[in-house]
């Protein structure tokens, strides 16, 4: 399984900046109730992806302990499909918005959850995301890339063999993500707001 290029690496050293773009195989996403159906608690860290994907953004993400590999997601069906997964010790988003839209006998219904736009980002901790395709502008601290996906530096590992990276800390400005799946031990939204729409509607 190889590990999505990135689409414009400016530098690479113990500080990096640059406009990253991972893209992934589409599929199926879990459920949007996932990230906003609690403002706290915990969530589980293993279960099969529905047939909707959804978006997240935040005008800033600030990550500790991150770690980025290949891996799988499984259906219902018991199909997996190809993810790239990233993990992070600790993580705030501020403006956090989700959507995903869902097409029913009635048509398409659309949810919008947005959090983290006050004063208090939204928190994340022990955050791992199976995407299929983020942008923003980025900084890492004290990157490794190429590193083997099962000795990055975080308790989450990947398959030996496979291509990760890893850094200290990871600041995305701008974040645009297409996701499949979203857990944390505990997910935090500050001043969280949740509407159903048409499905016109989204991140972005």
Excluded at 80 to 105: I, W
Excluded at 115 to 122: C, I, L, T, Y
Excluded at 131 to 159: P, Q, W, Y
């Amino acid at each position: 399984m190889k590990f999505p290029k990135f689409n414009s690496l400016r530098k690479i050293g113990s500080s990096h900046t640059g406009r990253i773009a991972l893209v992934g195989i589409p599929a199926g996403i879990v459920s949007a109730a996932l990230l906003g159906g609690v403002a706290q608690g915990a969530v589980p860290v293993s279960f099969a992806i529905s047939g909707t994907q959804f978006k997240i953004s935040s005008s800033q993400l600030e990550g500790t302990g991150f770690s980025q590999y290949s891996g799988t997601a499984k259906d219902a069906e018991g199909v997996e499909h190809s993810v790239v997964t990233a993990n992070m010790k600790d993580a705030t988003l501020k403006d956090l918005c989700q959507s995903a839209v869902t097409k029913t006998p009635m048509g398409k219904v659309g949810v919008l959850i947005s959090a983290g736009g006050g004063k208090e980002p939204a928190s994340a901790k022990n955050l791992q995301i199976g995407m299929t395709g983020l942008r923003g502008d980025a900084e890492f601290k004290n990157i490794r890339i190429g590193v083997d996906a099962s000795d990055v530096n975080t308790k989450e590992k990947g398959s030996k063999g496979d291509f990760a990276q890893d850094s200290d800390t990871v600041s995305i400005k701008d974040l645009k993500q297409d996701s499949w799946s979203t857990t944390a031990s505990v997910f935090t939204l500050k001043d969280m707001k949740l509407k159903l729409t048409d499905g016109t509607e989204t991140c972005f």
